[in-house]
């Protein structure tokens, strides 16, 4: 496999659960993001990690927990969301954070639905 | 810090007619410009970018943007949309040297009147 890939791509579930969003990318990237897509609004910049450290936290709620074992994998773990969560949830790479010579690049998506 | 604004919501054009569509940005030193696409159920996908130099930037697909510092616009245009153009594009700021600065716009939707 090649690029950035999400599993899975469609996830619904209820307030109490609790569920994992997966990111792995195959690029040897060293900077992984997750980024909510809600409709109508821009893409907002959630957590960014630089070499398995979180660089970046942008006031993201407590509900919403990143974990990166290593620069090839992101984690976002869900538990006790609310229903305005409901969004397309992308996560990307970089080369690295420090210098914005690359670009990012992007998965196809995890569409959460939240009941 | 950074801005940037995509005025179109929506736009409808033929196939074959030419397209441009507008991001104005807001930031204090030289920004560093991209445009993304989305095709529907995709990620976002780099058409250009723009650092410096040549303010006239050529893309993947047959687009192009042309950087205009007076007027703090970095404009999309394609002189010949095909059907598979439709999808959402979006205009991005970055500020310089870190790429976890980069502000996207609200999008603009193209869809394609055969």
């Known amino acids: 496999e090649t690029g950035v890939t999400q599993t899975p791509r469609h996830l619904v579930m209820g307030m109490t659960n609790k569920k994992s969003l997966k990111c792995e990318q195959h690029l040897g990237h060293n900077a992984m993001y997750w980024y909510k897509q809600s409709a109508k609004k821009p893409l907002e910049l959630m957590f960014v990690y630089s070499l398995e450290e979180r660089v970046e936290n942008n006031s993201v709620p407590s509900r919403f927990s990143p974990e990166c074992p290593n620069s090839s994998h992101l984690f976002l773990h869900l538990h006790t969301l609310q229903p305005e969560d409901s969004a397309l949830y992308l996560c990307a790479s970089s080369l690295d954070t420090g210098t914005l010579t690359g670009e990012l690049f992007f998965g196809e998506g995890s569409r959460l639905t939240v009941l | 810090a950074q801005s940037v604004t995509q005025p179109d919501i929506h736009i409808t054009v033929s196939e074959g007619a030419s397209l441009e569509l507008r991001c104005n940005y807001s930031y204090g030193a030289t920004p560093y410009l991209f445009w993304y696409v989305q095709s529907p159920g995709q990620g976002l996908q780099l058409l250009l970018k723009?650092?410096?130099?040549?303010?006239l930037v050529q893309g993947i697909k047959g687009f192009e943007a042309e950087f205009k510092r007076s007027q703090s616009s970095f404009n999309l245009r394609k002189p010949s949309v095909h059907w598979s153009d439709a999808a959402e594009y979006f205009c991005?700021?970055?500020?310089?040297?870190?790429?976890?600065?980069?502000?996207f716009g609200s999008g603009t939707r193209l869809s394609i009147r055969p």
């Open positions: 991005a700021v970055g500020a310089e040297s870190s790429a976890s600065k980069i502000i």
């Open positions: 723009y650092f410096s130099g040549d303010t």
